[in-house]
């Protein structure tokens, strides 16, 4: 990373500012930066990061422009997917590239379509109930919990069980363990990398292995799903190696962004108790003390607006960069091939012209009314355009879930005191975990 000088150079006007100040704030503490840039610069602005010159833009246009209508000229080439990510998903669908992300995409999308993730719902239960029970025993003796860590526990239950079945059980906590260490590591030691990958390649290869030799079309998980898909071209299935990959994506997008958003979401709460009461008044109205099903889904309305604030104030993927493979021009200005442009969705979503209040936590943000009037790519927790997250919907599922359920049995309650600080790291985790009490209803 570039030293800096701590001044502003003036350019002609077909480029944006350039701050070359502050490079000690970019890396403690990104999104904040990033944020704090857009406050004083404006929309776009230059700033020195890599060897390259990087862009932030913070203004839906913008976000259309890179991700949707000329999304073919910018992929991932940039320093956190190769040097961070694609150390563990390789050529996954985080990572991969045309023509084999599309081939990719296309072949897994059917195994996200509704009517395959609704199989998923009787599973989340259960995780559930597991996680319930440990509330319970932690609120009988009065005990502080980490929220998070349950929420880390409860998603990397869901997606195991959700990719491998039962066969991941035993060796749960293991790949929990691994996923954690790599995704602390900001800045990837390579030694100790490859130690954690080698201990997800070992539990996965084994299961790959056990599956084709064993095969099983009538069980529903996800991995049977890659194992049974088959290329339109050749009617080849996926190599073991190809299928590792799409694992490791589905594991680390499915279980820590979705435990984060899960998180912030108890954060918010925590601060809020009369939203807390009107998301309890819709669960006795709609559910009448029974587990939500997905037909209740719709008509959790306002459990959906407090979902959608959660992961406009604290999205787990903070910020979106791209490669520009061509010279482009971005509102105004000069973008050259080669230029990293960062998306970030933390400080879009706090863009004021189109977010009144923008650190204010308002459900009613997300009304119908509120939603139509509102630019399309000003909220985008789960990216844009084509390389949008694929397991989006199976994240909604859960929280849908995991939020009646829990909120059915116990009032929770931030233990005061705790230090609650945003870590911005691959995704945006609280740094000292959720410090929670438990009451039973």
Known sequence: MESATNKIINLPLNRPPLFTGGVRELVRSPHRFFLNLTREYGDIVQYRATPEPAYLLNHPDFVKQVLVSNGRNYNKDTHLNKNMLQLLTGQGLLTSENPLWRQQRRLIQPAFHQKNLVKFASLMHEATTHMLAR???????????????????????????????????????????????????????????????????????????QRRQQPNHDRLDLLDMLLQARYAETDQGMEDQQIRDEVMSLLVAGHETTANTLSWLWYLLGQHPEVVAQIEAELDSVLNGRLPAVADFPHLQYSNKVIKESMRLYPSAWSISRCALADDEIGGYHIPAGAIVALSPYTLHRHPAFWPEPEKFDPERFTP?????????????????????????????????????????????????????????????????????ATKK
């Open 369 to 437: 009314e509120q939603e139509a009037r509102r630019h399309r790519y000003a909220y985008i927790p789960f990216g844009a355009g084509a390389r949008k997250c694929i397991g989006d919907q199976l994240a909604l599922m859960e929280s849908i879930i995991i939020l009646p359920m829990t909120l059915q049995k116990f009032r929770l309650h931030l233990v005061p005191g705790h230090p609650i600080e945003e870590h911005a790291v691959v995704t945006l985790r609280p740094k000292h975990g959720l410090m929670m009490t």
């Open 135 to 209: 509330l319970e025993s932690y609120a009988a003796q009065n005990e502080p919990f980490d929220m998070a860590n349950e929420m880390m526990q409860l998603t990397l239950n869901i997606v195991s069980r959700a990719l491998f079945g039962y066969d991941i059980d035993q060796q749960a906590a293991l790949v929990g363990q691994a996923l954690n260490t790599l995704i602390e590591i900001a800045k990837p030691k390579r030694h100790r990398s490859q130690e954690m990958i080698k201990i997800l390649d070992q539990v996965v290869y084994t299961i790959i292995q």
